[in-house]
């Protein structure tokens, strides 16, 4: 079964360029991490190292985890060019391309909300152009780009039950400290994975030293093979999001 979620467009600029409408996530993934070996390599001989079980070491590009949460859901991307400079004060002014000014605003600094760290206190909020529905019993998970350390802002994460509006709401975000400079249009600075609201129960369990280590050893014996790649050929499960 294959679901559906629309996004409904609350601008009219929206029509200027497909480019910064909502995207999969799996279209935007960071070159960083495209680019990035899959084997560990010795300077020396050029050569993969060597696991305990005699295959190539794998680095972080070969983690179906990590893979899998760089084309989960969707992003929002910025639909103009913002400018960031300091004022005379220290604070900051966002400066955007003429008829997109209402997609970034000022905050005051919001009481008892923690400021991440590297963060200045005085910081903004998207009014983002675009807002989805998804079918009955489903929510939208809205978190900052996953993994994406690299951007110079941090957006905060909600929770929203978009089978019930489909409005956009103010998003806050934090600026990195002493930046400075333009994040370009088409700068993805919103996830949102749409999941099934579903109640879970928490239940704990507890093992012997013997029984922990027999479990450590089934696991290893199942997923630490030579050439790697267990988890993807017997567990994982592929996701698809178009």
Known sequence: MTNKITFHTNRL???ISDSYAP???????PEWFKDAPKFEIDPNTQEPYLNTEG???RTFRSCPGLLDIFISGYVYVTPCNITFKKNTDGTTFAKTEAGYEDFIGVRQPMKSFP?????????FHWYPNWAPSVP???SVMYIHPINRFDLPFITTSAIIDNDKMDTPGLMPFFLKKDFEGTIPAGTPYMQLIPYRREDWKMEKKFYSKDEIEKRHNQQAKKFRTKDGGAYKLNVRSLKKYE
């Open 136 to 138: 009955d019993g489903y």
């Open 23 to 29: 995207q999969t996530t799996k279209s935007l993934m």
């Open 115 to 123: 400021t991440p760290i590297g963060c200045d206190d005085y910081h």
């Open 55 to 57: 295959g190539p070491v």
């Open 13 to 15: 600029y929206n029509i």
